[in-house]
């Protein structure tokens, strides 16, 4: 159920950023708001499509290359 909000949660979240480039661009022209929306969106989509830019194995006060 947890990966179920995950997947909801971003959904909504893409969905308000792509209003906000709707917004941005055709209802009020702005056009650098627009590219700093779409950067925001090209960067989570390149980030969640490409598995080794995900951090493996994060836990607090572990660094791995502490000797």
Do not use: C
């Amino acid at each position: 159920m947890n990966k179920g909000w995950q997947i909801l949660a971003n959904v909504v979240l893409y969905g308000f950023l792509l209003w906000l480039l709707y917004d941005s661009t055709v209802v009020e022209w702005d056009p650098w708001f627009a590219y700093v929306i779409a950067f925001v969106i090209v960067v989570a989509v390149v980030v969640s499509l490409i598995p080794r830019i995900h951090a493996k194995k994060v836990s607090p006060g572990y660094y791995p290359f502490d000797e």
